[in-house]
């Protein structure tokens, strides 16, 4: 399978404690994506890669959140001293960035669940 | 305040017919748009795209309008399958102003009855 893959699929876990999610991208895209969908919302931009650079973050991501793209291949996304509101899925998407408009392709996501 | 907005929670469809679905932006500076097709437990797939420079696009059954003046698009979707039952979302970026975030809107649930 060359799509967008994420892991874990489902996480849950207690208030208070750290989760880190995995996302690998279509092999040759250079741009990552993340993303959190809420129950009856559409997926709302969380941050973006460009090859290890992160270029845009949103008011979203507190200081709580923090994602890495090392190596310009795979991303992380942890969710440090987890709260409630946090529970929701969490989406990773990718672009090969080489025009003006490009699409981007998501993932399975990862359901996270804070008790 | 909702950027993108899909105004229809949920549409009914027979087969064969013609499943149209709404989308309205407010911010003009949006000038890429796209739809993808969610079933329940997966990701958003991509169907469609269409930039600010072109009002029409067409791939097989699938045919996506943009009316820039009234910050509108729709979907078509001609013949409608079973399969086709799922959510919409409508999104859209700020491309050219180098913004490659998606604005999504709300989703449109889509059951076609066969």
């Known amino acids: 399978d060359t799509g967008v893959s994420q892991d874990p699929r489902h996480k849950i876990t207690k208030r208070g404690q750290n989760v880190t999610f995995r996302c690998d991208p279509i092999?040759?895209?250079?741009?990552l994506y993340w993303y959190r969908q809420t129950l009856g919302q559409g997926p709302e931009f969380l941050t973006y890669f460009q090859n290890e650079a992160q270029l845009e973050k949103s008011r979203l991501l507190s200081d709580r959140f923090s994602a890495e793209r090392p190596k310009g291949s795979f991303s992380t996304l942890e969710i440090q001293r987890t709260e409630q509101g946090d529970s929701a899925m969490y989406l990773c998407?990718?672009?090969?960035?080489?025009?003006?408009?490009?699409?981007?392709?998501f993932g399975p996501g990862t359901r996270l669940t804070v008790l | 305040d909702q950027q993108v907005k899909q105004n229809s929670p949920s549409l009914s469809v027979q087969e064969g017919r013609i499943s149209i679905l709404n989308c309205d932006y407010t911010n003009s500076m949006f000038d890429y748009f796209l739809w993808y097709k969610k079933y329940p437990a997966e990701g958003p797939t991509f169907l469609i795209s269409?930039?600010?420079?072109?009002d029409k696009n067409e791939d097989g059954r699938f045919t996506v309008f943009l009316n820039k003046s009234a910050k509108h698009l729709s979907l078509h979707i001609v013949p409608s399958q079973p399969g086709d039952s799922a959510v919409y979302f409508c999104?859209?970026?700020?491309?050219?102003?180098?913004?490659?975030?998606?604005?999504f809107g709300k989703g449109t649930k889509l059951t076609v009855n066969p």
């Open positions: 269409i930039s600010s420079i072109k």
């Open positions: 092999s040759e895209h250079n741009r």
């Open positions: 999104a859209a970026s700020d491309a050219q102003g180098g913004s490659e975030k998606l604005v």
């Open positions: 998407a990718s672009s090969l960035w080489d025009r003006d408009y490009n699409e981007q392709f």
